[in-house]
């Protein structure tokens, strides 16, 4: 085991290790961007730490993958063939005897009684071609957990389509990795073999990024050894390049060697699973970026919209005020008209007065305020259900644009994440279709103008309730007309005409302008409080229901910043322990 090998140095680094794994755990629980088989993956590299240094072998189904082994093994352990014969992960321990165990469908387990698996377990993967899927599946998912690659490939045939798109993808992994070019037998010259090994180096610069370890080799010639004896053998071992092989894999990489690369195999997992995290987290970023400009261009429409309200029913408020003005003008006519000294007898019937005041003065004015307040209400409605309208246009492209973005970043992003936002997306949308659908005209014309018109009525009477000469002067006029001498009636009239007559017309016109303008007063207030809170109304109905919606963002905006923070502080500690360990001697 591991432990065995350790010196203090190196166990202190494996302690760290282990802590930032849980760290690294703990983070990916937090974030539901994080694929379900990262923290599954960084389980099982957690776990293998404790296990012996695992040589993984990968490449395409007759590469010879299990000739190679067999080789190492000096025993066909393995089945070979010329068809897909590992169908399923191998992993070969140590064993006082030979024997196999089945796992799981999917894994099976070899022991065997070579020295070399004392402290080296191998794995035997499945083929890497793209046309068994099911067996790339199954490799990809055990690479995380090797502490060192063999990547055999074919001599007669190096570097396949499928083998470079292999490589690619297990470049991030940040794996050592060790190129074998099997089937060297059948290069027939020299030259054909250096031909074949520069194509190799080449190709591994470009697609590893650095220059691996390669070894040319034949398993073939391995086995051909093995029946053969004396110099006939010692040739063809000679031959199949396996020594060297060897001396690399359990000299080379001795003891010390094997646990440092060990040390250094989950690091490079974590920050392939930072990486990808990183992508993910700028993906959310990039989506509650678009959604936190969804919340802001309501917002806006909602401030432009208050503001074009305000601006136009100032406009539509004068028009209802112009009513009582003409109304204002009307009585001021009326007054003057009547009271004058030639309409004196008039003036003592006060309800003749009143009734002439409301006919020629108040006239349909209530129904002039009944249609305004029906054109406002009318006004107010429309452009109401027009914002509703309008959030809910925007939304529904805005829902339509998220599902054909999100759709392309299909395993990037949580489904739960973009379900929840679908779904607060399309519960304001809903609500929008609702309110728009609920809107009674009628009622809410009622609900605003029913107290209106009896005010308007009422004060404009009220006005013309003191149009009266008086019970005194009622009774000096009376008396004057009884007189038959004229004297009397002279000098009333004389003073009616010249003293009360402009008084009671100057007292009037004062009393009924002050009414008018208590009236256009009240109608101003009652119209601006009620249309204050019909349109606060309208935008907090808005505002409540765009508020789930706007919380989620806010509330994903900064767990995601969090995180973000998160990762940086790990993929830092990260790539110090990495310098820590190469640096041990």
């Not at 499928?162 to 297990?170: G, H, Y």
């Not at 060697?257 to 974590?270: D, I, N």
């Not at 509703?388 to 644009?401: A, G, T």
């Not at 207030?525 to 229901?545: C, E, G, I, W």
Request: with cysteine.
């Amino acid at each position: 085991m591991i432990k065995a090998v350790l010196q203090e140095q190196q166990r202190k680094l494996l302690e760290q290790e282990r802590h930032l794994a849980q760290e690294l755990q703990a983070c990916l629980v937090s974030f539901e961007g994080a694929e379900a088989s990262h923290r599954a993956t960084l389980q099982q590299i957690t776990t293998s730490l404790e296990d012996l240094f695992l040589l993984v072998v990968v490449g395409e189904f007759n590469a010879g993958k299990s000739a190679c082994i067999n080789a190492l093994l000096r025993k066909e352990v393995l089945e070979e063939g010329v068809i897909p014969t590992t169908h399923q992960i191998t992993i070969v321990r140590y064993g006082p005897v030979k024997k196999q165990m089945q796992n799981s469908q999917s894994l099976l387990e070899i022991e065997y009684p070579a020295n070399f698996l004392h402290d080296i377990s191998i794995v035997d993967t499945p083929g890497v071609n793209a046309v068994l899927r099911e067996h790339e599946r199954l490799t990809e998912e055990f690479i995380p957990r090797s502490d060192l690659l063999l990547f055999i490939t074919s001599a007669d045939r190096p570097f396949t389509q499928s083998e470079r798109l292999f490589l690619e993808r297990i470049r991030a992994w940040g794996k050592i990795v060790v190129i074998i070019v099997n089937k060297i037998d059948l290069l027939r010259t020299p030259r054909d073999q250096e031909q074949v090994m520069a194509f190799i180096r080449d190709n591994c610069k470009h697609l590893l990024g650095f220059q691996p370890q390669i070894f040319p080799v034949s398993a073939l010639l391995v086995y051909k050894a093995q029946s053969a004896i004396g110099h006939e053998a010692v040739g063809l071992w000679e031959q199949s390049g396996f020594g060297p092989l060897e001396n690399y894999l359990f000299h080379t990489l001795d003891a010390e060697e094997r646990v440092r690369l060990k040390l250094l195999s989950p690091l490079g997992v974590m920050n392939r699973l930072l990486a990808e995290t990183r992508t993910a987290l700028q993906q959310y970023v990039t989506l509650l970026a678009e959604d936190a400009r969804t919340v802001n261009t309501i917002d806006q429409q909602l401030q432009l919209y208050r503001e074009d309200m305000m601006k136009n029913f100032s406009h539509r408020l004068g028009e209802v005020e112009n009513i009582i003005l003409e109304m204002r003008i009307r009585g001021d006519h009326f007054l003057d008209d009547t009271i004058r000294l030639g309409r004196v007898l008039n003036l003592v019937h006060s309800r003749r007065i009143q009734e002439e005041f409301g006919r020629e003065v108040v006239g349909d004015t209530a129904q002039h305020i009944d249609q305004a307040m029906q054109e406002l209400i009318d006004w107010l409605v429309e452009h109401e259900q027009r914002l509703w309208q309008d959030v809910m246009e925007y939304l529904n492209r805005r829902r339509k644009v998220s599902i054909r973005r999100d759709s392309q970043l299909l395993g990037s992003v949580s489904y739960q994440f973009d379900y929840n936002r679908r779904t607060l997306l399309q519960s304001v949308a809903q609500t929008a279709s609702r309110v728009i659908q609920s809107y009674d005209r009628r009622v809410e014309a009622m609900e605003l103008s029913q107290n209106l018109r009896t005010a308007v009525t009422q004060a404009a009477i009220a006005g013309a309730g003191g149009i009266s000469l008086g019970a005194f002067v009622v009774g000096v006029v009376g008396t004057a007309i009884a007189d038959v001498t004229g004297i009397l009636a002279g000098a009333v009239l004389f003073g009616l005409g010249l003293y009360i007559i402009p008084a009671l017309r100057h007292r009037a016109k004062q009393d009924f302008e002050e009414k008018m303008e208590e009236l256009r007063q009240r109608l101003h207030h009652a119209l601006s409080d009620q249309f204050t809170k019909q349109l606060n109304y309208s935008l907090s109905r808005v505002q409540d229901a765009i508020a789930p919606y706007t919380r989620f963002v806010r509330a994903e905006q900064q767990k995601t910043t969090e995180v973000q923070s998160k990762v940086t502080e790990l993929t830092n500690q990260v790539l110090a322990l990495k310098s820590q360990i190469e640096s041990v001697n």
